[in-house]
């Protein structure tokens, strides 16, 4: 698997010192779009009227006026633009030091292409998996998606790629979380874990039904245990530890988007995250003047993961890692 060597570490620890010393956000998701190929049933972006999409300038603008410690270039689907490679490079060519992924349904990348987009220089680049087989097809509507997947994360990951699945832990898959470690794993590839959000498309079907929980609790250890063994699990303890919490049904406070991480929508505009209305576009959000969100509706890992409380096992574990 995947290890960052210690030199990135240590200029993205001072990377992320001087964020924190100068109050800028965190983390910025680009949409390049809201565009996508696969017609989930749990997300609406492929069911909207196109969006106006700004150019390759404005999102290196949007990074260039926060100066955040990482990017994710995000979608809809990425690579339904012809220009998401050249994009990719240029935000992580402009001037300064950021970590850079992508997030991608991982329809588009022909060994071609995934060697482009490494040629980037890109960081990380995260692919979804829901399913540890051919189920995964069906989730994206996208027949042929699973095989598409198994080729090219282990030849990414050869080519020494850090390389993850992003996983959105449901009712339906929730027995397939720890095979999808193990597979990660085989693949030499690392896996985050996102609780399912039923706000993207007003859909609740994949919700855990009250009878579900004491499984999702045994799952919830299962991964522990898993990530003590292994290192490729990419959530904190924290998150997993306060997953129960929420599904019981005590809001958890304290979500920094709009603050510490922002959404800006393919036609540049900025929210705190994308459940969340927009707020005006990138050349006048002040994310030190705006209120802190109060919203507890969601606990995806986007807010969860960054909630994190900062322990000194945690900087030990990501030194180690
Ligand atoms: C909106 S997608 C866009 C990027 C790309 N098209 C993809 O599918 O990976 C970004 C991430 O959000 C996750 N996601 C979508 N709907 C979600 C939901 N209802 N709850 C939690 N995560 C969700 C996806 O699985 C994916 O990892």
Redesign the pocket.
Known sequence: MYRLPITKKLRGLASLVGNRVRDRPLNITLELTRR?N?R?D??N?WKEQKQDEQALADFVGVVERFQPFSVTI?????FMRKDALAIVRAVKDAPGWRYVSI???GWFLSEERAQALLDTGIDQV?V?L?FPDARQDGDRKLPGLFKKIAHIVPWMAARGANVQL?T?VMNENLDDALPIAELALSWGASVMY????????DNHAHLFPAERQARLLEVLGELRDYKRAHANIANTQWYFDTIPTYISGTPIPGCTAGKKTLHVSPGGMVRAC?ELPMVSHYSTYDHRAIAPVTCTRCF?ACRGEVQAPITLGRVVEALRS
Request: net charge negative; charged share 5%; proline share 7%.
């Open positions: 996508c696969a989930c749990y997300c972006h995000c979608g809809g689907e990425p997030i991608t349904n995260n979804s829901n992003n959105i996102t609780l399912y959000s039923e706000l993207p498309a994308a995806q």
